[in-house]
């Protein structure tokens, strides 16, 4: 069993910046793939980003490629980052953490979810 929290969310202007984070407990870290979904009002949840367990294999989604950022630290924090630059209105949704076997842009291939965070960017 893996227990995933998310903070860093909030609302932020276009063009700014935020850091979105995830800590895991319960199981060896660095066995999974971690991966960022995000969800907006009325739409269904779609792929943002994804890092392999050694951290060397990354994946993004074409709307976020050169915004957004996903890193890890398994050395003695657990966790992973999103850093997203660059924000857009249409970065608004809430943000979910989730890991499984490996790295893929599926959210079905995820076994574990966190609670999400919301991020907001005005116009």
């Known amino acids: 069993q893996v227990q995933l929290v998310e903070s860093g969310g909030g609302s932020v202007q276009a063009g700014g910046s935020l850091r979105l984070s995830c800590a895991a407990s319960?199981?060896?870290?660095?066995?999974?793939?971690m991966g960022w979904f995000r969800q907006a009002p009325g739409k269904e949840r779609e792929f943002v980003a994804s890092?392999?367990?050694?951290?060397?294999?990354?994946?993004y989604a074409p709307s976020v490629k050169g915004r957004f950022t996903i890193s890890r630290d398994n050395a003695a924090e657990n966790l992973v980052y999103l850093q997203m630059n660059s924000l857009k209105p249409d970065d608004t949704a809430i943000y979910y953490c989730?890991?499984?076997?490996?790295?893929?842009?599926?959210?079905?291939?995820?076994?574990?979810w966190g609670q999400g965070t919301q991020v907001t960017v005005s116009s």
């Open positions: 319960g199981r060896t870290f660095s066995d999974y793939g």
């Open positions: 989730s890991a499984g076997p490996r790295a893929t842009t599926k959210a079905t291939d995820y076994d574990y």
């Open positions: 890092i392999g367990g050694s951290g060397g294999i990354t994946y």
